[in-house]
């Protein structure tokens, strides 16, 4: 099966100019590893830290470049792979999975569980709204169709009352961090097909630098074990995104993207 490569560079969200930094070196990375050269949406901007609206109307046009781009790869039956800034590049990402690929399971990589609304928010922070919007929980413009049933939340920690609540009910799954975590990845996955998006943060504080630093992570020992077990099924499509720049040192920023791309490499396909 073919496999594309996309960076995602534009603004969405960010606090800071530091996943804008780090989105190319992590997409030159994993285009040495696939041997093919990404295709880049939008263009990088300076963080202005705005509400969650603003934030989107900024973000709009990448996104919806993002969101077409998306629909005609999996329209084509590609597996797709993108180097993404933030998360809240899946408001574009994974309305497409769910259109393309209803089968699929979402497999949410992250410390925290993006599950908020415009209501819900109490940092009016757009990632904090990624995954929310796809599931159906407000409308973003981009377009909804995930099912609570493909989801599945990984290594969540850092979760607002609201959000425990939709757990609580099983609206989706959560496996939480722990030596069987592997394990039970597998047995909530059940053969299906995946899509995985990785939030860096859901490894502990350190191993690689992020906008959070939420304490009990993942280890990347258990971020293998995990995407090994990922790797059993058919692999749609993996993003990987809020992997920051280490400031001036180019050569720490390639070897951070190296470390987060070797614990996946399970499902990197060439």
């Known amino acids: 099966m073919t496999t594309t490569l996309t960076h995602f560079a534009a603004r969405a969200g960010d606090h800071n100019d530091r996943a804008m930094t780090a989105s190319p070196v992590l997409a030159s990375v994993l285009g040495e590893r696939l041997g093919i050269l990404p295709v880049v949406i939008g263009e990088p901007s300076p963080a202005n830290p705005m509400d969650w609206a603003q934030e989107l109307a900024v ?18 039956g590609v597996t797709t792979v993108a180097a993404i800034s933030r998360c809240a590049v899946a408001l574009a990402t994974l309305p497409a999975v769910a259109r393309h690929r209803p089968d699929a399971v979402v497999v949410w990589f992250d410390a925290h569980a993006d599950l908020n609304t415009p209501e819900s928010t109490t940092t009016g922070y757009l990632g904090g709204l990624a995954l929310s919007g796809p599931l159906g929980l ?23 009352p609201f959000e425990r609540q939709l757990l609580n009910d099983g ?28 939030d ?8 690689v630098p992020t906008d959070y630093t939420i304490a009990n992570g993942m280890t990347l020992a258990q971020l293998r074990a995990c995407a090994q077990v990922l790797a059993l099924s058919e692999v749609v499509g993996l993003e990987i995104g809020e992997l920051e720049s280490s400031g001036q040192n180019e050569s720490k920023s390639f070897q951070d993207a ?5 614990a996946l490499e399970p499902l990197i396909q060439s």
């Open 171 to 198: 609206h989706v799954t959560l496996v939480q961090v722990g030596p069987g975590m592997a394990d039970e990845l597998r047995r909530a996955v059940a053969g299906r097909p995946v899509y995985v998006h990785v």
């Open 258 to 262: 190296h470390t987060i791309t070797s």
């Open 59 to 76: 973000a709009a046009p990448s996104l919806q470049q993002m969101a077409h781009h998306y629909d005609v790869l999996l329209g084509d």
């Open 138 to 160: 407000w409308d973003s413009g981009l377009g909804q169709g995930l099912s609570g049933g493909n989801t599945i939340l990984v290594a969540a920690r850092d979760i607002d």
């Open 200 to 207: 860096c943060d859901v490894l502990d504080p350190g191993i």
